[in-house]
């Protein structure tokens, strides 16, 4: 009988009942200079009367002539054919039916029949109507966002300037686009499978239709989603936000939820903790929470404000919705099981999510403020809004304890999002949370710098890469609708900062940030799809920035229209709390009380960072590194152990790196050769670079050190040497990692090839190595001098994060370094720089190697068992062993270097037959420069010349780092020797030509006398 009732339903529209046609027409409003939809009202329908005979069993016998009909109408009795085409064309109830023409009189009654169909619309166009319907729905999902109220100055900045989309009803003479008029509003529509704006209900008016999907679409929430490639997500995403009613308040739930957190307001460490109360059934909304967290953010900023009028500072007003923000994606993930959070942002508002957020003590904020405090000697510090903090606390929603990092970040705005991922990625992997279920990361943006740095578009990248993905994270966008000074329109070619984020099929929720309850519910849902389906998600707080780029900036230079807006704006808080007031849901007396109780709080907390006398810098750690350090801040050993092996183990490593561990497993015929001739070594008992490394990398898994190697083509090795991933030749995807064979409760080995991004690859691993100190994360180039394109990453975090932020970090940096006739770009890694920026301390710090490249299959460029055995150390010096070691006196000159020019040396001096008057030294260690040993060596030759000697030109390489080193070795007493012309570019990229210059500059300096 259902069946039925929804034959026709399913082709034309139904004939609305009377009730619906004496509905007041739609209202028009007016919204921003331009005709808003109709306002929400509810249309109710009456079910379709139901023929005489379509009762009972017939039903199924006239549904299948129905769907015969369909496919051709002369396949059935013309009075069947009237009796379809009359329901059709909406005749009323008890109507369609005409009873066949008599015997007698067939021509005339059906003349008649004919008469009545001929003047109702065709088959066609009811389904024309109908797919206009779903193409209507479709067009709000995808576009309603253009024309939501999403900017709370009005003035439109934060979307495209452009006129709204044609597709979308914003007046009646859009129905022309799809082909209807006014008349069709209260025809009853069925609504396609791909919405979910009728509820319980399968048919709707086309009126009721089109303001649900305004209710949806295009009030304070924008939703971009139908990009995403996956149908469940996107029903997922309907779901969350066209069900009706789904962001509906009474007076009496907001009063309630308001009184428990008026009733639990209490003090705690100098915060003002709030009740906090769930009500059932509104999509888990704490309005309470919003309006707590709104008030703790804006009597913070004021009092900040009273305290330091002339201090930078990078306040949130004009975003005080961010706050409840985040606490509502740290609470709804809480509650998912999230243990850990770790968080980047820029400056603008870390102080204020530094108190309230992850509850740094006030009267340590407060006393950052201070310019007469003495600093600690722990390093040199970072302003006040570049700092970060690490806190484990109870989580009061949850009653859970959850661990909240914020990460440090330097002036480069968006530089921390690898760093934020890779030690995401991190924590996940020490706790053995294969699917990021315990740990997870928020990354908070400015609207400037999301759409406009690089760096954004190579972290997305690596979401869903395997040894990189941290299965979800939520990004949170303050927009500002400005940069410093620039207008979007100038700032970025898209229609919103966000579109960055489409190509990784992440949903953009953007919200008016001065509704506060719709920014807690898209962040309910921003929580809920990255526990659901593990992926990143973007909520784009389209708000305003009420200062300048900071509280010293006077913004009305370059944007005089938007400020005078933003001066007759009233603040979040305050119109949240006339709403709650006007609502009676709370009094003005107990709004006030509160303000007072939190003034008192703050007064107290400034009161004792008056006592502060010292700003210690350790107060801040974002990662600390628990059982390193004595109680002095000192790490508890700083010796260097021997590194030397056992016979037993060097050949049984040795044996791992020159087989298959694996049955059944097909190798190339190429590999084959390379680990026979691995074994060869073995078996001589000498290593090549690739050897080595295998036992050095074997050795520390077997005594439990998880290693992780990632970078561009790392598993094979750029120049083929390497080769830690077999690949079987006959069965697609499947590999062997030797080096996870080496013993039974050995430690992981991570060896990842990476995308074609350093940037964002090598700000990943430098997070990744911060969470813990027992482990070896290396990072190795494709070419050494490609660091470049990751500069920021080494300038502002590898070099000075311990002296700015205390925080210590073991990364090791491979570059690939020689002068080899490869060209500029494939030469040198730059080597002047890193030395540029070292001192002498020898704390841990990262490491850089300058790796080779033709010495990884030079013949003598070997080392022997005997020199890794046990009692054996790294040698930061090598001196020289030859004939010259029988005669020092006679030495006439001594040659320092490093690197391969060591062996081009060697042989010239052998063709010159100088081995008796020429000694080579090489220095392994740069910095910390080995003092102690040059002086060993520089005493030995007592009446030797003192000649450095290096590949690179002058003005690049190690020469002014290395020579007063050298000359304060030896007291002055002794010139250093030198002679390289400087030179724009590391090299001439014409092989004979730059052959033949090298051979002879180097033979000159160590032959020639030349004092420089």
């Given at each position: 009988m259902h069946r039925l009732r929804t034959t026709v339903v399913r082709l034309r529209p139904i004939a609305a009942p009377q009730t619906a046609k004496s509905q007041s027409q739609a209202r028009l409003a007016a919204v921003g200079g331009a005709l808003r939809?109709?306002?929400?009202?509810?249309?109710?329908?009456?079910?379709?009367?139901?023929?005489?005979?379509?009762?009972?069993?017939?039903?199924?016998?006239?549904?299948?002539?129905?769907?015969?009909?369909?496919?051709?109408?002369?396949?059935?009795?013309?009075?069947?054919d009237i009796f379809f085409r009359n329901a059709n064309a909406g005749a009323p109830p008890g109507a369609a039916y005409q009873s066949p023409p008599p015997l007698g009189g067939a021509a005339l009654g059906l003349a008649n029949a004919q008469a009545m169909v001929g003047v109702q619309p065709n088959v066609e166009k009811l389904v024309e109507d109908h797919l206009a319907v779903q193409s209507l729905v479709r067009a709000y999902q995808i576009r309603g966002h253009h024309v939501a109220q999403l900017d709370p100055l009005g003035i439109?900045?934060?979307?495209?300037?452009?006129?709204?989309?044609s597709d979308i009803i914003t007046s009646n003479d859009k129905l022309e686009f799809y082909g209807l008029d006014e008349s069709d509003l209260d025809k009853v529509f069925r609504l396609p499978t791909t919405t979910f704006i009728g509820g319980?209900?399968?048919?709707?008016?086309?009126?009721?239709i089109i303001q649900r999907l305004e209710m949806a679409y295009c009030q304070s929430i924008g939703v971009e989603f139908m990009f995403i490639n996956d149908l469940e997500q996107c029903q997922w995403i309907r779901q969350k936000f066209e069900r009706p009613g789904i962001m509906q308040f009474t007076l009496e739930e907001k009063r309630?939820?308001?009184?428990?957190?008026?009733?639990?307001?209490?003090?705690?460490?100098?915060?003002?903790?709030?009740g906090i109360g769930l009500i059932s059934g509104l999509g888990d909304i704490d309005l309470t929470s919003c309006l707590t967290s709104c008030f703790l953010l804006a009597r913070f900023e004021e009092f900040l404000q009273r305290k330091w009028s002339s201090e930078k500072r990078f306040g949130l007003e004009g975003c005080e919705s961010l706050i409840p923000a985040l606490k509502t994606i740290i609470d709804k993930s809480s509650m998912n099981g999230v243990e850990s959070i770790i968080m980047g942002m820029p400056h603008r508002g870390r102080l204020n999510v530094l108190a309230n957020v992850i509850r740094k003590e006030l009267d340590q904020i407060f006393c950052q403020f201070d310019s007469k405090l003495e600093a600690a000697d722990e390093g040199s510090g970072?302003?006040?809004y570049h700092l970060g903090m690490w806190h484990r606390r109870i989580n009061r929603v949850t009653d859970r304890n959850i661990t909240l990092s914020l990460m440090a970040n330097p002036s480069h705005l968006e530089a921390v999002d690898p760093v934020v991922q890779g030690k995401t990625k991190a924590e996940q992997f020490y706790c053995g949370d294969t699917e990021g279920n315990r740990v997870m990361s928020i990354l908070l943006h400015g609207d400037a710098a999301f759409a406009g740095q690089g760096v954004v578009y190579e972290t997305f990248h690596l979401s869903d890469l395997p040894s990189y993905t941290t299965h979800g994270t939520i990004h949170v966008v303050v927009n500002n609708q400005i940069g410093f000074t620039t207008d979007p329109r100038v700032a970025r070619s898209?229609?919103?900062?966000?579109?960055?984020?489409?190509?990784?099929?992440?949903?953009?929720?953007?919200?008016?940030?001065?509704?506060?309850?719709a920014v807690m519910y898209v962040c309910n849902v921003a929580a809920e799809w990255r526990a659901t389906f593990h992926k990143d998600v973007v909520v784009d707080l389209v708000c305003y920035r009420r200062n300048g780029h900071n509280e010293m900036d006077e913004p009305m230079f370059t944007q005089p229209l938007m400020y005078k807006q933003i001066k007759k704006q009233k603040g979040v808080l305050q119109k949240y709390a006339e709403k709650l007031i006007a609502e009676g849901a709370v009094t003005r007396q107990e709004y006030e009380e509160e303000i007072a109780k939190y003034d008192k709080i703050c007064e107290e907390a400034h009161a004792r960072s008056k006592d502060e006398k010292i700003l210690h810098i350790k107060h801040w750690l974002d990662s600390p590194w628990p059982g390193f350090f004595n109680m002095d801040g000192q790490p508890k050993s700083m010796t260097s152990p021997s590194t030397g092996l056992t016979e037993e183990e060097l050949g049984h490593i040795g044996h791992i790196a020159s087989s298959v561990p694996v049955e059944d497993f097909t190798i190339h015929g190429g590999l084959s050769r390379i680990l026979k001739g691995r074994a060869a070594m073995v078996g001589q008992r000498v290593c090549d670079w690739a050897l080595g490394e295998y036992m050095a990398f074997g050795s520390l898994l077997k005594e439990g050190t998880h290693i992780r190697l990632s970078g561009q083509d790392v598993e094979r090795g750029t120049f083929s040497h390497r080769h830690h991933v077999l690949h079987d030749q006959n069965v697609d995807k499947r590999i062997c990692i030797p080096m996870n064979h080496i013993a039974p409760n050995q430690a992981p080995y991570t060896v990842c090839n990476s995308s074609l991004s350093e940037y964002g690859v090598l700000g990943f691993e430098l997070g990744f190595a911060m969470a813990s100190p027992n482990a070896l994360v290396l990072w190795e180039a494709q070419f050494g001098d490609f660091h470049n394109t990751a500069q920021c990453i080494i300038d502002q975090f590898i070099c000075p994060g311990q002296a700015k932020w205390v925080r210590q970090n073991g990364i090791v940096l491979l570059l690939p370094h020689g002068m080899e006739g490869m060209g500029p770009e494939h030469s040198s890694a730059r080597p002047e720089r890193f030395l540029q920026m070292c001192n002498e301390d020898p704390d841990a710090y990262p490491l850089i190697v300058f790796t080779p490249?033709?010495?990884?299959?030079?013949?003598?460029?070997?080392?022997?068992?005997d020199d890794m055995l046990p009692g054996t150390h790294f040698q930061r010096l090598i001196p020289d062993s030859g004939p010259v070691c029988e005669k020092p006196d006679g030495v006439k000159r001594i040659v320092f270097c490093t690197g391969k020019v060591y062996y081009e040396l060697t042989r010239e001096r052998k063709n010159r037959g100088m081995d008796n008057t020429v000694a080579i030294a090489r220095i392994e260690q740069l910095s910390p420069f080995p003092f102690d040993q040059v002086k060993v060596e520089t005493d030995r030759y007592p009446n030797a010349d003192l000649v450095w000697c290096q590949e690179e030109h002058k003005n690049q390489g190690y020469y002014?780092?290395?020579?007063?080193?050298?000359?304060?070795?030896?007291?002055?007493?002794?010139?250093?020797?030198?002679?390289?012309?400087?030179?724009?570019?590391?090299?001439?990229?014409?092989?004979?030509?730059?052959?033949?210059l090298s051979h002879v500059c180097m033979c000159e300096c160590v032959f020639m006398y030349m004092c420089v």
């Open positions: 939809t109709f306002q929400p009202m509810r249309s109710y329908t009456a079910s379709v009367s139901a023929e005489p005979f379509l009762n009972g069993t017939s039903s199924n016998y006239v549904e299948e002539m129905y769907y015969a009909w369909l496919e051709n109408p002369r396949s059935v009795h013309k009075s069947w439109m900045a934060a979307i495209d300037p452009g006129p709204p989309p319980s209900e399968s048919t709707l008016p086309l009126r009721e309630t939820l308001l009184a428990r957190m008026v009733r639990s307001t209490r003090s705690r460490k100098g915060y003002l903790k709030l970072d302003v006040k898209s229609s919103y900062p966000t579109d960055v984020a489409k190509v990784v099929n992440a949903p953009i929720f953007h919200v008016n940030a001065d509704d506060p309850e490249k033709s010495l990884l299959r030079h013949p003598d460029a070997k080392s022997n068992f002014d780092y290395v020579k007063p080193r050298l000359r304060t070795t030896v007291d002055r007493t002794r010139p250093v020797w030198y002679d390289q012309p400087p030179s724009l570019t590391p090299l001439c990229f014409v092989l004979k030509v730059f052959s033949l």
